[in-house]
Structures are given as structure tokens and as C-alpha cells.
């Protein structure tokens, strides 16, 4: 007679046992391969393998494959919503990560180098970065709650593994990109396009040059194909839990670890994956059992984040699938119809926060930060030099620091043994960089001032601070005038039968090209900003709430600035168009887009703490913003 398949096997103490070893083995073989942990590599390598083994052939034995599939079902399913529902909470964040990923010089280049076609790419995605990255969070989310609750698990199951495997394969590349190679990329242009003509000049200068690395493979009357070597872009954050983790614990994973939290998912799924034809659709009590350990592993993850909407989520989710299969009749009582209820209610969310603000912002500008503090709150790195012995006989090494005592002590280079290998830097602590770093500088060029800026006081000091006596000299030849600093003007340079000294005036000191109000808006009492990382793709319907806002700031002396990514040009242009005049600054567009997601945006800024920040859509009127902020 066969034996039936349970989730306890011949012995659920034993089966336990050996899916605690299990797990602990697959610990111990992450933490082997940790940067942090290289002294004791080997002996958690060598552990890692007698316990999975060793537990493997036990679950073999003991019929406990279930039960490992169900605790791979409870953890894959917890972190699959939650790892959804972060990314979820800012899907532009990830479709700017989706971007990165799509540039010829980050993930097409390994296609490119492995099979030799230079021409391939996924740039065309890039227009589509932000229906993938939702699409992509929808799928994590309703797959994590399937795999919990056992429905379509050989659809669930593949699904998983697909994904993983894609992903895990971006971790791979980009845990080993070396930005210090090069590969062949091949760009084709429209000879309409004034780049085109660029990059034949460019290739015709250097043509006698074999090693620059530019060749015109074809041109004709419509385009132009240019072969050229580049290096590759190397993505330094994978976007796994988009800003969740960096805003909450510090730093985001490495691409090293990203990639064995991938591996180790893959592990998972694969137990899953095996023991899809024992697995059935959960009963009522296996339901109490796994949505309750799938909420501890939810909650866990949210105490991580510091976010616990997850948790509610993620039981409103569970529970609202288990009574949808009890009471949704023939049309939605199965889990097609669970995944259709969890695609809308992930649906409003994301809805919710592409056209507001992420319900929880993780990064550095999100209310309550305190800017000053985010500009300073790096880390400066130690590192120390290690030197590395060899020995020739058994390939085993030794790092001595030169300094120490130890080192002198052993007398290594002394011995025949060992050889002289290499001298590496050991990282005693990693350096980190300040969370706000100095791409955040609105600045305006000297030469683009207008009345509008002059009108804030602070860039009005800057303007009379800089000032310095000169001389205005007549070039005779020209009958033009300059203006000269005195300390610079000598009779040498301007020869009296050439130039002629027309009066003494105060002007701007040459060197004075650029005005910043980073220090104004870290500094004032009161600082109300608008934030758009592009101006014409901007939503201004509420654009004359702002007029009256800034109004409103006028008569209370409260500076007002606009932060946009235009030029002088586009500026005047939408000034004119809008007949808004206030004080225009630029910045960085990729730190507009981490100060906010909407474009406009209306931030409130006092003594350097981010009071408020609004929306395009949720443009406070001008006696609400009287009443909130000057009153």
C-alpha cells in the first residue's frame, strides 16, 4: 500500500529537526561567502554543507519534503508581499531603477559581450519603465499570497522561479560588473539628427587612431551605424526593496548580498517548486497555520522597515482571499478570482500613490528630516593595508597588517614556505556617504540673475558681498568698453596708446559665478519651495494656488524659491507663459526626483526640517496654507 504524503512525514520531530539544520546550513553558507566573515569562509562553508546535506538526505528519508515546502511557502510568501508592497509604495522609484538597468551600458552588454551583437539593446523598454514596474510589483504581491495559501501551485510555483531566475541573474551582473572594461556597442542615428554629424567628425579626427575606439560601420542618405567601445554601467543598488532599506536600516543591500538573497530565494523555490504535486489548495485549519506564520514573517519584515502597513495589508489581503473563496460563488470562488481581488486592491494603492506620495518615503527629503543632519550624517572610511602571504606547497594565505606586531613577530618573509603575494586594502569601516550629498545645491548663474532672485535677500547680500573695486577702460581701436578688476589691471596688459581709463566703478568680482541657497533653505526660519524635476512635463493645474501662496510669502517676508532641471531659456519661457515670477534656481534633475516623486511639488521648510510636503493634486489653497504655516 502507498504511504500517504503528510506535511509531518514518518516523524514530525525528526522532519522539524531537519528542516531547522536546513535552514541553519543555508545561513552558514551565506554567511561563508559575506565579506565580513572571510576568517572563518572555510569552516562555515565546509558546516553549510554537512548540514544541508546531511538534511536533505534525512527529509528524503524521514518523507519530510512537505513540510520543507510549507516553511518555504510561509517565508517566500511573507517576503514576496512585503518586497512587493515596498516597491509598490514608490513605483516611479523602481521604474528609475527599471531605467538604469535598460541603458545599453548596464544589463544589454552582457548580451552584447556573450554573443557578439553589439546592436542588441533594451533601451526601448526605458519608455515603459513604469507600467513594468507596476505590473512587476502586482505580480510579486499576488504570487506571495497564492504560494501561502496553496492555490495554482505548479502556475505559482514556475511563475516564481522565472522570476527569480531573472532576477537573480541582474544580481549576479550586478554584484561582478567591472566598470574598468570595455565593450562593443553599435548606436545607429538618422543623419537628420545632429549627433550624427558629431560623431563623423569625431570618428574622421581620430581615423588614424586604431585604439580610440570609434568606427562608422555605415552611412547613408537617412542614417548613420557607428561601432564604438564603451564601459559599462555598473547599477550599485539592485532596487530590491526600493528606498525601504536604505531609509530604515542605513544602507541598502550590496549587490553581493542582493544576489545570495537571491540565491537563497531560488533555494526556497525550488523546494516548492519539487513538492508541486503533493501540495494542495489549504484546508481551514492548514489556512489558520499558514496565514498566521506567514504574519510573522510579514511582521518581521515590517519592523525591519519600520513600516507596518504590510502587516495590515497583507491580513486584509489573506482574509479577504479565504472569504472570496467561501462566498464568491462560481465566477470568483477560485483562486483566479484571489488574484483578480488582490490585482485591485494592489491596484488602488498604487493609483493612490502615483497620483499623490508614497504612503511611507523613505528617503532623505520625507517630512520630519532634519536636511543639516542628512548633510552630515556620513561615515568617513578606514581601511587598513594587509599584506598577503602564500604558501607554495598548499595554496594556504596569511594577511599580515605591516604594522603590527604579529607580523614582525612571524618573520614570514624570512621563511621558504611562503611567498610574497599581494598587498590589499581590509575595510575596518566602510565609508558612507552623507544621505543628502552636494547634488542637492540649487544654484542660479551670476549672469541669469533677475529682479525676481535679487528680490530674496540672502542672494542680494551674496551679489553686494562680491562687489570690488574696477576700472572702466575704453578700447580705443574698438571704441568699446570693459570692465577690469583694479588689483588685475596693469599698464603692461592695457598699454596707454590702446586703452584709456574711464572712470572708477565697483563691480562683481569675476571669480563670483554662481549663487547657491542650499545654506538659505537649511538656514531660514521659514522657507516655502516648489520642487519640479521637469517644467514642461509638469502638471501646473493648480498653478495659481501657488501664485497666491508665493503672494502670500511676499507680504510675510517668508523667502520663496522654485528648484527646477531647466535652462535660463525655459525658464523665462514658463515665467512669461504661467506669469509666475518668482525666484527661479536649478538643480540636479536625478536629486528632484529623490526630493519628490510629484512634479510640482510644494515643500515648507523651517529651520532646515521638512515641515510639509504636497503634492501637485493636493495643492493647498492660499487660506489653508495662511492658516497652516502663517498663522
Known amino acids: 500500500m502507498k504511504e500517504a504524503i503528510t506535511i509531518q512525514g514518518r516523524s514530525l520531530i525528526f522532519n522539524t529537526v531537519f528542516v531547522v539544520l536546513n535552514l541553519a546550513g543555508l545561513a552558514l553558507l551565506t554567511i561563508g561567502y559575506h565579506e565580513n566573515f572571510v576568517e572563518h569562509a572555510a569552516l562555515c562553508k565546509m558546516l553549510a554543507v554537512i548540514l544541508m546535506m546531511g538534511s536533505i538526505g534525512g527529509l528524503i528519508i524521514f518523507k519530510g519534503k512537505k513540510l520543507m515546502a510549507s516553511v518555504a511557502r510561509v517565508l517566500v510568501g511573507g517576503l514576496f508581499i512585503v518586497s512587493g508592497l515596498v516597491k509598490a509604495n514608490d513605483p516611479i522609484g523602481f521604474a528609475y531603477k527599471l531605467e538604469e538597468y535598460f541603458e545599453d551600458g548596464a544589463l544589454a552588454f552582457r548580451i552584447k559581450e556573450w554573443f557578439g551583437t553589439p546592436e542588441f539593446s533594451l533601451e526601448f523598454f526605458i519608455d515603459y519603465a513604469l507600467p513594468l ?17 496553496g492555490g495554482k501551485v505548479k502556475l505559482v510555483s514556475y511563475s516564481m522561479m522565472a522570476m527569480m531566475v531573472f532576477f537573480t541573474f541582474l544580481t549576479w551582473h550586478t554584484s561582478n560588473c567591472d566598470a574598468s572594461i570595455k565593450f562593443l556597442d553599435r548606436d545607429t542615428y538618422e543623419m537628420s539628427n545632429p549627433v550624427a554629424q558629431m560623431r563623423i567628425d569625431e570618428a574622421n579626427e581620430h581615423k588614424d587612431d586604431p585604439d580610440y575606439g570609434l568606427k562608422i560601420v555605415s552611412q547613408n542618405e537617412t542614417t548613420l551605424v557607428v561601432d564604438e567601445m564603451k564601459q559599462p554601467q555598473c547599477v550599485t543598488d539592485c532596487g530590491c526593496f526600493g528606498d525601504a532599506m536604505k531609509g530604515s536600516v542605513g544602507r541598502s543591500l550590496s549587490p553581493e548580498e542582493s544576489f545570495w538573497k537571491d ?14 504535486r503533493i501540495i494542495q489548495p489549504n484546508n481551514r485549519k492548514e489556512n489558520m497555520v499558514f496565514v498566521s506564520t506567514s504574519m510573522v514573517v510579514i511582521l518581521f519584515f515590517s519592523w525591519i522597515f519600520g513600516w507596518y502597513f504590510p502587516l495590515f495589508f497583507g491580513i486584509f489581503a489573506l482574509l479577504g482571499s479565504l472569504w472570496l473563496l467561501r462566498a464568491g460563488g462560481k465566477i470568483f470562488g477560485n483562486h483566479y ?10 491596484s488602488i494603492m498604487v493609483a493612490y500613490v502615483l497620483m499623490y506620495l508614497p504612503l511611507k518615503d523613505y528617503r532623505a527629503y520625507a517630512v520630519g528630516s532634519n536636511l543639516e543632519e542628512k548633510m552630515n550624517d556620513g561615515v568617513e572610511g578606514e581601511y587598513e593595508s594587509m599584506l598577503v602571504y602564500k604558501n607554495k606547497e598548499t595554496g594556504e594565505t596569511k594577511e599580515y597588517s605591516s604594522t603590527s606586531p604579529e607580523y614582525t613577530k612571524s618573520k614570514i618573509w624570512e621563511d621558504k614556505d611562503w611567498v610574497y603575494e599581494s598587498m ?35 542672494v542680494a547680500d551674496s551679489v553686494a558681498n562680491a562687489k570690488m573695486q574696477g576700472l572702466k577702460i575704453l578700447a580705443i581701436e574698438y571704441n568699446s568698453h570693459m570692465e577690469v578688476p583694479m588689483e588685475e589691471y596693469n599698464e603692461t596688459d592695457y598699454p596707454a596708446e590702446s586703452y584709456t581709463i574711464v572712470d572708477t566703478i565697483e563691480i562683481v568680482n569675476p571669480s563670483f559665478t554662481e549663487i547657491s541657497i542650499r545654506d538659505l533653505i537649511v538656514k531660514a526660519e521659514k522657507i516655502v519651495l516648489v520642487s519640479s524635476k521637469s517644467l514642461e512635463k509638469g502638471d501646473w493645474r493648480n498653478i495659481d494656488k501657488l501664485k497666491a501662496i508665493f503672494e502670500e510669502c511676499q507680504k510675510n517676508n517668508i523667502p520663496f524659491a522654485v ?8 525658464i523665462n519661457e514658463f515665467r512669461t507663459e504661467h506669469q509666475f515670477f518668482a525666484p527661479f534656481f536649478v538643480n540636479d534633475e536625478t536629486e528632484l526626483k529623490a526630493i519628490s516623486r510629484s512634479n510640482p511639488s510644494l515643500i515648507v521648510v523651517e529651520k532646515g526640517i521638512i515641515k510639509a510636503k504636497y503634492p501637485f493634486r493636493s495643492t493647498p489653497s492660499k487660506e489653508q496654507f495662511v492658516k497652516e504655516f502663517l498663522k
Do not use: H
Request: glycine letters at 2%.
Open 337 to 346: 478570482g484571489v488574484a483578480l481581488f488582490v490585482t485591485i486592491i494592489c
Open 133 to 149: 514596474s507596476v505590473i512587476i510589483c502586482i505580480v510579486e504581491i499576488i504570487l506571495g499570497v497564492l504560494v501561502i495559501i
Open 424 to 458: 590589499i586594502q581590509k575595510v575596518i569601516i566602510p565609508t558612507k556617504l552623507n544621505s543628502i550629498t552636494e547634488q542637492f545645491n540649487p544654484f542660479i548663474d551670476v549672469a541669469d540673475l533677475s529682479e525676481y532672485e535679487l528680490s530674496l535677500p540672502s
Open 563 to 570: 528648484m527646477c532641471n531647466a535652462n535660463r531659456n525655459q
Open 263 to 276: 540565491i537563497i530565494l531560488v533555494y526556497l523555490i525550488l523546494w516548492i517548486f519539487v513538492s508541486q
